[in-house]
């Protein structure tokens, strides 16, 4: 049965879970690179990430000790030892003696080799090699086993990562780029924002139906046309082209549409009674701006801060034209894309890059996220 509200139970339940859903959707594979940046590299090959609170079985080789290793015991030739430098330490499922069959032995059973040659080895490492004639040669044996390996975290995947990969660097330049493409932005379009809301003059509508245009327009459409004026303009005056000062505009010049759009739209919704009260006591607009319309937008421009420091952090075309991609130019995007040709093998050093790449937005989503849905829903019924 419909409560006054509108919404029935069965609708209210199935809402949460469809959120729990997404939640759980997009939890899990973070999860999974948090867990795999963490892992040791043997074990990342040998196992999924989900298996890595219990363990890994990995197949190995080794050689035994050479033929001067044998003693004489009843009869026989022996070799004996342990594989492991610390016995005990792991254990053995299953061996062999041929890389095709590496498990064709279970541990502790004696398997019979050539020219009537028996060798055993046991769970804990240790082997017994054994044959009525004499050994030969100045190689050991070689075997393959099945060792089962604990869990294994370490912070080395990072070390390497942020101190021997160049991924130090492009996490500053990334932070260098990021930081002002966002404040930049932020200030030009409240202030625009507050003048297309609460203030009137010639061309007004002419302005607003500009803006709302600039929303469609592709980025690669027009990030040429920008490129060449940007070079120009910087040819003209004789300084570089390829500065963090460009790829600010770029950013700037790519986010202020929507960002006018989206404070205006939360600036109209505001009381028009707190405007008319504030000029009544002599309040200029420079003052309403700063003293009652900023302080009451910010949920409206932490939701922006959102969406523009993504975007910028998580951007590589217009860093690879406007900065570069020097070694000291690139930014994480490009660091990354760079290992993944040449470091694709090595996934502990993917997954680490990963989530490099991914903290700090984590962190600012999370830290701005009470303000996000507030920001973009408010003003959206009512409008100036």
Wanted: charged fraction near 15%; proline fraction near 5%.
């Amino acid at each position: 049965m419909a409560k006054a509200s509108g919404k029935s139970f069965l609708g209210r339940f199935g809402v949460h879970i469809a959120v729990l859903f997404f939640v759980v959707l997009w939890t899990i594979p973070t999860l999974g690179i948090l867990v795999s940046s963490l892992r040791d590299k043997d074990q990342i090959i040998a196992s999924g990430w989900w298996n890595s609170f219990a363990g890994s079985v990995q197949t190995e080789n080794g050689r035994l000790p050479p033929a001067s290793a044998q003693q004489e015991k009843d009869g026989k030739f022996v070799i004996e030892g342990n594989l492991f430098e610390q016995p005990g330490a792991r254990e053995i499922r299953a061996f062999g003696t041929r890389a095709v069959a590496p498990t064709e032995f279970e541990a502790g059973t004696v398997a019979e080799l050539k020219d009537g040659a028996t060798l055993q080895i046991n769970a804990d490492g240790s082997f017994v090699l054994a044959s009525p004639t004499a050994f030969e040669g100045e190689r050991g044996q070689r075997v393959y086993f099945a060792a089962s390996a604990p869990a294994r975290f370490t912070t080395e995947n990072y070390e390497a990562v942020l101190f021997s990969e160049g991924i130090g660097r492009s996490f500053i330049n990334s932070l260098t780029v990021t930081i002002p493409a966002t404040v930049i932005p932020i200030m030009i379009a409240a202030f625009a924002a507050y003048a297309l809301a609460w203030m009137r003059f010639p061309g007004r509508a002419l302005i607003i139906a500009t803006i709302i245009g600039l929303l469609v327009v592709p980025l690669q459409m027009a990030l040429i046309p920008l490129l060449q004026l940007y070079n120009g303009v910087a040819l003209f005056f004789g300084v570089p082209s390829k500065t963090y000062l460009g790829i600010w505009l770029a950013h700037t010049g790519f986010g202020l549409p929507f960002a006018i759009y989206l404070l205006r739209s939360y600036m109209a919704g505001l009381p028009r009674e707190l405007m008319e009260s504030a000029r009544i006591d002599g309040a200029s607009d420079f003052e309403i701006f700063v003293k009652i319309v900023l302080p009451l937008s910010f949920p409206v421009l932490a939701s922006f801060a959102i969406f523009q420091f993504l975007w910028v952090w998580n951007d590589l075309l217009v860093a690879m034209v406007f900065l570069g991609s020097g070694a000291d130019q690139l930014v994480l995007t490009g660091k990354l894309n760079a290992l993944l040709g040449s470091r694709g093998g090595d996934w502990e050093i993917l997954t680490t890059s990963a989530f490099v790449t991914i903290i700090v937005p984590l962190i600012v989503f999370f830290s701005l996220q009470r303000y996000f849905v507030r920001g973009l829903l408010a003003g959206s019924v009512k409008g100036g």
